[in-house]
């Protein structure tokens, strides 16, 4: 009987230790993470990016019960988020709970670097994506999950529409 409740013990405690969500990541405001030591690969150009990207827009995809949006900043940084409700002029600005990383920009090519949770381990990652981008729409075409461990996942293109909320005067803090 002592066997089995050491044993038990000791798997919950595994479980918990390997489940830690932030292990080599901070936690930031609002509920988000960043790499204490960032392994970024894509190298941004803000004047490659300007002549593609509407900084003033959120590129915003519609799902059936869901609304997932992009926001991008001339330094390279972008911000990915997904809510259940209706987007209004504060979420460009509203931080709280979104993926975090960086994008570079070439030929009209988007590669995307973003920090979020890998549902598989239980632990916050890179997640990389990629497409085109223009001044009214983003596409993306594909996904790479992780920077040890790279599984490819390519889906279906998802399209998202140039939405103007009003005034974006929110810098990033990563």
Not at 12 to 33: Q, S, T
Not at 107 to 117: A, C, F, H, M
């Amino acid at each position: 009987m002592k066997l089995f409740i050491i044993f038990h013990l000791l798997a919950v405690l595994f479980f918990f230790a390997g489940c830690a969500p932030n292990r080599g990541f901070e936690k930031l405001a609002g509920n988000r993470y960043f790499p204490i030591n960032p392994e970024f690969s894509v190298d941004p150009d803000p004047e490659e990016a300007a002549s593609y990207i509407d900084f003033e827009a959120l590129y915003v995809h519609q799902g059936d019960s869901f609304v997932a949006y992009y926001r991008f900043w001339e330094g390279g940084q972008v911000l990915l988020k997904t809510t259940v409700e209706t987007l209004s002029e504060i979420d460009g600005d509203d931080f709280s709970d979104a993926s975090i990383g960086f994008y570079e920009v070439k030929d009209g090519e988007i590669e995307i670097e973003i920090i979020q949770l890998n549902p598989g381990i239980y632990r916050y990652d890179y997640l990389t994506l990629w497409g085109n981008i223009g001044k009214e729409m983003l596409t993306i075409s594909g996904r790479l999950r992780g920077k040890t461990t790279r599984l490819r996942f390519d889906h279906d293109p998802q399209n998202y529409v140039a939405y103007y909320p009003g005034d974006l005067v929110r810098y990033p803090d990563w």
